[in-house]
Structure formats: C-alpha cells, structure tokens
C-alpha cells in the first residue's frame, strides 16, 4: 500500500515518507518552506492547522500549505503511523545542464 501511495504522490510531485510515533507523542507548532502532504495509517492523531483541529480519518490526505503553523499529536493508546511528504522543487532543463557540469 505505501509504495502505491508514494508513486501517487510522486506523480504529483511530492516526496513519501513513514512516521512513527508512541502514545502521547507531540510535535508542536511547525512550519515547512513547502506544500505538505500527511496521511494517517494506523492509530489516533489530532491534527492542528493554524489552530483549527480536526482527528483524520485513516487513508484521508490532508494538504498542509507552506510556511502554516502545524501540530501532530498522538492521541490514541497505540503507536501512530502516518506517511507525509514535502513538495519537491521543479527541475528543468537548465538545473539538469549545471548538475552535469
């Protein structure tokens, strides 16, 4: 299932990566200089985007836009899995030629 999600995600230009965290586990107001994507998989996670909070339902992607105050919190009994992914820069021609050189 995640190396299907990870190719879709990659289609739309976005990177895919697993998390864990134990119960009780916090990540406090973070903000990213990209688009993130986050996807619960197993367990019970509050979810807060610029203080409105929301408990994601399991396989729903949730779309986090740059530079937004975010907190991921584990609210559930068990260990909490999620997948997210940070919006990947465009390459083009030009950037292929000077890695090259």
């Not at 807060?48 to 907190?71: D, F």
Request: with cysteine; glycine share 6%.
């Amino acid at each position: 299932m995640i190396d299907k999600i990870a190719s879709e995600w990659e289609l739309l230009g976005y990177s895919c990566d697993v998390w864990k965290d134990v119960p009780g586990q916090r990540w406090e107001n973070f903000t990213h200089d990209s688009d993130e994507l986050f996807m619960l998989i197993k367990g019970k996670i509050e979810l807060e985007i610029e203080g409105k909070s929301c408990q994601p339902l399991q396989n729903q992607v949730v779309h986090i836009p740059a530079n937004t105050m975010h907190s991921v919190r584990n609210i559930g009994k068990t260990e909490a899995h999620w997948l997210y992914g940070y919006k990947l820069p465009n390459v083009n021609e030009h950037d292929i030629k000077n890695f090259n050189q």
